[in-house]
T-cell receptor, first 114, second 114 residues
């Protein structure tokens, strides 16, 4: 069975600083990996996904993530954050592409302050 | 992409009553799912809503407590039956179109049970 671990429940950072949100997964088969963002009182929005190919994937709002199979990680990064990036970030994994059954991590709250 | 509308967006209910949440997608989708997000926690898959047949429930969720309907490709309902305060959560509808590897989410229905 798959599982996702987000080690940091909360990450405080100053505006314009770089940030990395960590995600590790476990799965016995090939995986598909996702990062979603949830702004206050809103649903989830896809930031980026890794399905195959290049291990460095770029998403919306300047975020990127790198798939590292040996480390079983999919960390999310942004070189310079904005106040508007304050939100909850969820890493998710699936071992099916057609039948999309996602397992979510516990989430990381990114708090960006001036 | 798909736009998902849920209603009600929030409700306050009395213990022992039932509430039905509606989910409408603006385009035909293959898979529809219902997730629960308890306060301060991640998303847990409740069930897969199957068109014209009984939903497929995840471990820990049963049809008597969470009956689900999906009469066509773009609409589904989730009922939370005989509610207790422990059912206070955000319930999220999600849908997958084709093999894009992306799940789209509604904004959620925030349920408070007194």
């Amino acid at each position: 069975a798959q599982s996702v671990t987000q080690l940091d429940s909360q990450v405080p950072v100053f505006e314009e600083a770089p940030v990395e949100l960590r995600c590790n997964y476990s799965s016995s088969v090939s995986v598909y990996l996702f990062w979603y963002v949830q702004y206050p009182n809103q649903g989830l929005q896809l930031l980026l996904k890794y399905l195959s190919g290049s291990t460095l994937v770029k998403g919306i709002n300047g975020f990127e993530a790198e798939f590292n199979k040996s480390q079983t990680s999919f960390h999310l990064r942004k070189p310079s954050v904005h106040i508007s990036d304050t939100a909850e970030y969820f890493c998710a994994v699936s071992d099916h592409l057609g039948f999309q059954k996602l397992v979510f991590g516990t989430g990381t709250r990114l708090l960006v302050s001036p | 992409s798909a736009v998902i509308s849920q209603k009600p967006s929030r409700d306050i209910c009395q213990r022992g009553t039932s509430l039905t949440i509606q989910c409408q997608v603006d385009s035909q989708v293959t898979m529809m799912f219902w997730y629960r997000q308890q306060p301060g926690q991640s998303l847990t898959l409740i069930a897969t809503a199957n068109q014209g047949s009984e939903a497929t429930y995840e471990s820990g969720f049963v049809i008597d407590k969470f009956p689900i309907s999906r009469p066509n490709l773009t609409f589904s309902t989730l009922t939370v039956s005989n509610m207790s305060p422990e059912d206070s959560s955000i319930y999220l509808c999600s849908a997958q179109g084709h093999n894009t590897g992306e799940l789209f989410f509604g904004e959620g229905s925030r349920l408070t049970v007194l």
